[in-house]
C-alpha cells in the first residue's frame, strides 16, 4: 500500500503560479512512476503530467505543457507539480497517483493509487 497526501491547493488569480506537493508513505516511493490528474465539475478525471520513478522520464498534456512542470524527490518521498502562468480553465480538483508499473500512464485505471485531492481554484 502506498498513502498519498496532496497539499498545495488554493485561489489565485490568472497569471499566477501553485506548487503542488504529494507527499508518500508506506511501499518505498522510489518504486513508483507518478502522475497528476485533475478533475473539474461535472467533468471526468483528466491526465496532468506523469514522472517515471527516477525522475528521468516525464509526459505532458497539451493543455499543460509549458506552463505546468512534474518532478519527485525521492529522498523526501514526495512528487511535485509546478503550476506556471494559470488560467481559469486550469480550475480543478487535482489529484496525484502512483503506478507501479513501466510505461506512461495516461489514464486513471493505470494508477493503482490515490490521494485524496487538493481544489485549486483561478480567478480572472
Known amino acids: 500500500q502506498v498513502q498519498l497526501v496532496e497539499s498545495g491547493g488554493g485561489l489565485v488569480q490568472a497569471g499566477g503560479s501553485l506548487r503542488l506537493s504529494c507527499a508518500a508513505s508506506?511501499?518505498?516511493?522510489?518504486?513508483?512512476?507518478m502522475g497528476w490528474f485533475r478533475q473539474a465539475p461535472g467533468k471526468g478525471r483528466k491526465f496532468v503530467a506523469h514522472?517515471?520513478?527516477?525522475?528521468?522520464?516525464?509526459y505532458y498534456a497539451d493543455s499543460v505543457k509549458g506552463r505546468f512542470t512534474i518532478s519527485r524527490d525521492n529522498a523526501k518521498n514526495t512528487g511535485y507539480l509546478q503550476m506556471n502562468n494559470l488560467k481559469p480553465e486550469d480550475t480543478a480538483v487535482y489529484y496525484c497517483?502512483?503506478?507501479?508499473?513501466?510505461?506512461?500512464?495516461?489514464?486513471?485505471?493505470?494508477?493503482?493509487?490515490w490521494g485524496q485531492g487538493t481544489q485549486v481554484t483561478v480567478s480572472l
Open positions: 514522472i517515471s520513478w527516477s525522475g528521468g522520464t516525464t
Open positions: 508506506g511501499r518505498t516511493f522510489s518504486h513508483y512512476a
Open positions: 497517483a502512483a503506478d507501479a508499473r513501466l510505461g506512461v500512464g495516461v489514464t486513471a485505471g493505470a494508477y493503482d493509487y
